[in-house]
């Protein structure tokens, strides 16, 4: 069945920069869209962008612009976000989606020193 | 941005009670608008898509209607294991932007 399957929870320093990993199984990773989703403690969901593993084409929130990039490795069927520039604003949970219809279970990020 | 406004942010309900819950879009998002239910801990899960469309293995109990700018989420008969939070999302341009949420308790 498809499966997204995230790294582990994260402790990291303002300022520095943290990299999630996102490995789908259970379908063709090249031709589906990898969405990012951050959800901050108490508050609702903010869609960050997508990639499309097949070419490497991304798509980004603006709000997001500067603060996550996204990849994808085709050989291991994973994908990666990388957040720069940390500050406690960006401690939240991390969800990749294929889609609307499956999700990974989620990255805690927390930014403190 | 299109702007998705979501009511009520909580709601009490017995065991067996019908509960409704709106979502209204700032601009036509031509049924372009998903359902998730969030329990604590647990990423969203898929109940609705294409505003009206059950995704596979949902309970027939919940159902979602409207166009336009005006959509719900109806379950009928609620059950203890339908405690959790419920999104609407708007997937018809992006950025793709999700409701306030609702969170559903029991009375």
């Known amino acids: 069945q498809v499966q997204l399957q995230q790294s582990g929870t994260e402790l990291v320093k303002p300022a520095s920069s943290v990299k999630i990993s996102c490995k789908a199984s259970g379908y063709t990773f090249t031709s589906n869209y990898m969405h990012w989703i951050r959800q901050q403690p108490g508050n609702g969901l903010e869609w960050i962008g997508w990639i499309y593993p097949g070419n490497g084409n991304t798509k980004y929130n603006q709000k997001f612009d500067g603060k996550a990039t996204l990849t994808a490795d085709k050989s291991s069927s994973t994908a990666y976000m990388q957040l720069s520039s940390l500050t406690s604003e960006d401690s939240a949970v991390y969800f990749c989606?294929?889609?609307?219809?499956?999700w990974g279970q989620g990255t805690l990020v927390t930014v403190s020193s | 941005d299109i702007q998705m406004t979501q009511s009520p942010a909580s709601l009490s309900a017995s065991l067996g009670e019908t509960v409704t819950i709106e979502c209204r879009a700032s601009e036509d998002i031509y049924n372009g608008l998903a359902w998730y239910q969030q329990k604590p801990g647990k990423s969203p899960q898929l109940l609705i898509y294409n505003a009206n469309s059950l995704h596979t293995g949902v309970p027939s109990r919940f159902s979602g209607s409207g166009s336009g700018t005006q959509y719900s989420l109806k379950i009928n008969s609620l059950q203890s294991e339908d405690v959790a939070s419920y999104f609407c999302q708007q997937y018809y341009d992006y950025p793709w932007t999700f409701g306030g949420g609702t969170k559903l308790e029991l009375k």
């Open positions: 989606a294929r889609g609307t219809r499956t």
